[in-house]
């Protein structure tokens, strides 16, 4: 009805202006029905191009050219008229000039009318939240960019605040998107942000690479401008929801490094129809393990755990992708030797994975028995039926706080890792060529794991902290736990037998340093908004950890994200003796006792910052 009306206003207005210069638009004195006749095949010509059903608050140019070809389709039929009664009658019914003059009209008001219902719809409601709206550069002036901010400039309830686009190269510096300034990056960007007083930034520049990306961060963490990351618009999934992708950065992209390339073939072929153990399969390492295995296509997975509920919590995510046929959950303690045999003899697997511990070097400090009965007694039988029932590849999750440990728990893992290797060298000497390869792979701290840091500063900063950090000078290693996965997967394929397969972690990251960067992220400013409390250091913690010992050398392998640690290997019944009279000891609970027998298996455990430091004197 509105643009039937704006059609009328169109025709008085041509009619006006062709009656002041002594023609007439229609050329018969009873105009009713030739205006009728104009006016109704517009509106057909509206219903066929559907050029009303457009919400107009969201209108686009898709909506001007359907208006256009309305109107030119009006425009030409009606020339047509009047050429076939010029041709049979010899006169026209409508002035060919006014025909135009009325397109043109009509066609401005129609176009003109939507536009500023548009723009009155936008504007108002971006004045009416621009108190509370924080003003947003976007970093990048691709079609990546563009799709993100006008994503969110229609987002309800809005958010940001867009106030302009900044580019890395100077060409556009005089051009505008979006009717926004493109700022150019002559300085650092947060001289850039001040200037035009913005609060914060959406990285959506798809050509940044992961370095670029990372000083951008660093220098908005360092003046406390918030920052976003938004994935590339090819990567959506339902490119419809575009302002929800937005997010803040995490503290896993500050830490990220290059894509793992993985041998898919090598890891397919252990994988593909097999029968796959995976031990621990509830924690954050083996659900992980578990979901990637299962990418693999396996026979089955035999999902091992003593924790219910988290296992019950797997089974149910797989269930919802419609993986549950190829997940067997079995609610099973390592350190039962019975109850882990009747699994190995039920399901005959193919490939064990081991990666149920105790891994909490406090808890383990104080209930060294624990560690002792889980981490050494525990592997020991997981080991010894992989041999019993011939599984191919045993391939076990250790720890950088097995090497040189300074505490219970990497000292468990260090006697785990002897007695695998042991294991390999017995085999050997049997020359029994169907032994079980076991293969022991070795990183640091799990980005994000059960228990880990970041999600115990995650809650201290939720709670208004402080944040307890141990000592101002700690550092430690990090991956991401697909990352850590994925090179496990990867050692597992490569392994020929008794390896100590070590990763590259990167780079050492001081605590401090990450818990100041995460209550940055979170927007709060440190040691003002957030404390952060030096507690001191635990019982038996280190300042730094390391992934090789003194004496060890490493080989480099076809995958430069992994590498072998040559360590000192011991003859099988030797160690098997002094472990069976650790396991003895251990179910005394006499924690000086078994801490001793430790020291004596693994020489270098010194003690740090612990009650069994005397006996190291």
Same mark, same amino acid.
């Given at each position: 009805m509105i643009d039937l009306s704006i059609l009328i206003v169109?025709?008085?207005?041509?009619?006006?202006?062709?009656? #002041?210069?002594?023609?007439?638009?229609?050329?018969?004195?009873?105009?009713?029905?030739?205006?009728?006749?104009?006016?109704?095949?517009?509106?057909?010509?509206?219903?066929?191009?559907?050029?009303?059903?457009?919400?107009?608050?969201?209108?686009?140019?898709?909506?001007?050219?359907?208006?256009?070809?309305?109107?030119?389709?009006?425009?030409?039929?009606?020339?047509?008229?009047?050429?076939?009664?010029?041709?049979?009658?010899?006169?026209?019914?409508?002035?060919?000039?006014?025909?135009?003059?009325?397109?043109?009209?009509?066609?401005?008001?129609?176009?003109?009318?939507?536009?500023?219902v548009k723009q009155v719809f936008e504007h108002y409601f971006s004045e009416r939240n621009d108190v509370k709206l924080p003003r947003t550069l976007i970093y990048g002036t691709d079609a990546n960019?563009?799709?993100?901010?006008?994503?969110?400039?229609?987002?309800?309830?809005?958010?940001?605040?867009?106030?302009?686009?900044?580019?890395?190269?100077?060409?556009?510096?005089?051009?505008?998107?979006?009717?926004?300034?493109?700022?150019?990056?002559?300085?650092?960007?947060?001289?850039?942000?001040?200037?035009?007083?913005?609060?914060?930034?959406?990285?959506?520049?798809?050509?940044?690479?992961?370095?670029?990306r990372l000083v951008i961060v660093e220098q908005c963490l360092e003046f406390n401008y918030k920052v976003y990351i938004v994935p590339l618009i090819t990567d959506w999934e339902n490119q419809k929801e575009i302002?929800?992708?937005?997010?803040?950065?995490?503290?896993?992209?500050?830490?990220?490094?290059?894509?793992?390339?993985?041998? #898919?073939?090598?890891?397919s072929k252990q994988l593909k129809d097999k029968t796959i153990l995976i031990t621990g399969a509830a924690g954050s390492i083996g659900s992980e393990i578990v979901r990637q295995v299962m990418l693999y296509k396996p026979e089955n997975i035999i999902a091992l755990d003593q924790a219910e509920t988290p296992l019950h919590n797997l089974s149910l995510e797989l269930a919802n992708l419609g993986l549950q046929d190829k997940l067997?959950?079995?609610?099973?303690?390592?350190?039962?030797?019975?109850?882990?045999?009747?699994?190995?003899?039920?399901?005959?697997?193919?490939?064990?994975?081991?990666?149920a511990a105790y891994k909490h070097v406090p808890l383990m400090e104080e209930n060294p028995s624990q560690a002792i009965l889980t981490n050494v007694e525990g592997t020991k039988i997981v080991a010894d039926l992989s041999c019993q029932y011939k599984v191919k590849n045993f391939v076990m999750v250790s720890t950088d706080k097995a090497v040189n440990p300074s505490n219970v728990m990497g000292a468990s893992k260090r006697i785990a890792e002897k007695y695998v290797q042991s294991l390999q060298l017995k085999s050997i000497a049997e020359k029994n060529f169907k032994h079980t390869k076991f293969i022991t792979t070795r990183f640091g701290n799990v980005l994000g794991s059960n228990g880990s840091v970041v999600p115990?500063?995650?809650?201290?900063?939720?709670?208004?902290?402080?944040?307890?950090?141990?000592?101002?000078?700690?550092?430690?290693?990090?991956?991401?736990?697909?990352e850590a996965c994925q090179l496990v997967l990867e050692a597992g394929a490569m392994g020929k037998g008794g390896e100590i397969y070590i990763f590259d972690m990167g780079k050492p990251v001081k605590i401090i340093d990450l818990a100041r960067k995460m209550i940055k992220l979170a927007g709060f400013v440190p040691d003002?908004?957030?404390?952060?409390?030096?507690?001191?250091?635990?019982?038996?913690?280190?300042?730094?950890?390391e992934l090789l010992n003194d004496t060890s050398k490493t080989i480099p392998t076809h995958h430069h994200k992994i590498m072998i640690a040559e360590e000192v290997q011991e003859e099988f019944e030797i160690l098997?003796?002094?472990?069976?009279?650790?396991?003895?000891?251990?179910?005394?609970?006499?924690?000086?006792?078994?801490?001793?027998?430790?020291?004596?298996?693994?020489?270098?455990?010194?003690?740090?910052?612990?009650?069994?430091?005397?006996?190291?004197?």
């Amino acid at each position: 009805m509105i643009d039937l009306s704006i059609l009328i206003v169109s025709f008085f207005f041509t009619k006006a202006i062709i009656n #002041g210069v002594g023609l007439h638009f229609v050329n018969f004195p009873n105009k009713v029905p030739y205006v009728s006749l104009l006016l109704g095949f517009n509106v057909f010509t509206f219903w066929i191009f559907r050029t009303y059903a457009g919400i107009i608050r969201h209108s686009s140019y898709v909506d001007a050219i359907k208006l256009l070809f309305s109107q030119i389709s009006v425009l030409v039929f009606f020339v047509f008229i009047n050429f076939v009664f010029q041709f049979f009658y010899g006169f026209k019914i409508y002035l060919n000039t006014a025909l135009f003059i009325n397109m043109v009209l009509s066609f401005c008001a129609l176009f003109l009318y939507r536009v500023v219902v548009k723009q009155v719809f936008e504007h108002y409601f971006s004045e009416r939240n621009d108190v509370k709206l924080p003003r947003t550069l976007i970093y990048g002036t691709d079609a990546n960019a563009l799709s993100v901010a006008k994503a969110l400039k229609l987002e309800t309830p809005s958010r940001f605040k867009i106030v302009g686009f900044v580019d890395r190269n100077s060409q556009n510096s005089s051009k505008r998107m979006m009717d926004l300034p493109i700022l150019i990056q002559k300085k650092k960007l947060p001289t850039l942000m001040r200037s035009v007083g913005a609060e914060s930034l959406i990285i959506a520049d798809k050509s940044l690479s992961k370095e670029e990306r990372l000083v951008i961060v660093e220098q908005c963490l360092e003046f406390n401008y918030k920052v976003y990351i938004v994935p590339l618009i090819t990567d959506w999934e339902n490119q419809k929801e575009i302002s929800q992708k937005v997010k803040s950065i995490q503290i896993e992209d500050l830490l990220e490094r290059k894509p793992i390339v993985l041998d #898919g073939k090598s890891i397919s072929k252990q994988l593909k129809d097999k029968t796959i153990l995976i031990t621990g399969a509830a924690g954050s390492i083996g659900s992980e393990i578990v979901r990637q295995v299962m990418l693999y296509k396996p026979e089955n997975i035999i999902a091992l755990d003593q924790a219910e509920t988290p296992l019950h919590n797997l089974s149910l995510e797989l269930a919802n992708l419609g993986l549950q046929d190829k997940l067997i959950t079995t609610v099973t303690d390592i350190r039962n030797k019975d109850a882990v045999d009747a699994v190995f003899k039920k399901f005959l697997p193919d490939v064990v994975f081991h990666a149920a511990a105790y891994k909490h070097v406090p808890l383990m400090e104080e209930n060294p028995s624990q560690a002792i009965l889980t981490n050494v007694e525990g592997t020991k039988i997981v080991a010894d039926l992989s041999c019993q029932y011939k599984v191919k590849n045993f391939v076990m999750v250790s720890t950088d706080k097995a090497v040189n440990p300074s505490n219970v728990m990497g000292a468990s893992k260090r006697i785990a890792e002897k007695y695998v290797q042991s294991l390999q060298l017995k085999s050997i000497a049997e020359k029994n060529f169907k032994h079980t390869k076991f293969i022991t792979t070795r990183f640091g701290n799990v980005l994000g794991s059960n228990g880990s840091v970041v999600p115990l500063f995650t809650k201290q900063i939720a709670a208004g902290g402080p944040i307890t950090i141990t000592h101002p000078d700690i550092i430690r290693y990090f991956m991401t736990i697909p990352e850590a996965c994925q090179l496990v997967l990867e050692a597992g394929a490569m392994g020929k037998g008794g390896e100590i397969y070590i990763f590259d972690m990167g780079k050492p990251v001081k605590i401090i340093d990450l818990a100041r960067k995460m209550i940055k992220l979170a927007g709060f400013v440190p040691d003002e908004d957030i404390k952060i409390k030096i507690v001191g250091l635990r019982p038996g913690e280190k300042l730094y950890e390391e992934l090789l010992n003194d004496t060890s050398k490493t080989i480099p392998t076809h995958h430069h994200k992994i590498m072998i640690a040559e360590e000192v290997q011991e003859e099988f019944e030797i160690l098997h003796d002094e472990i069976e009279e650790l396991i003895t000891i251990a179910n005394f609970h006499k924690k000086e006792a078994i801490v001793s027998k430790m020291k004596k298996i693994v020489p270098e455990f010194k003690s740090m910052n612990s009650a069994y430091e005397v006996l190291d004197k």
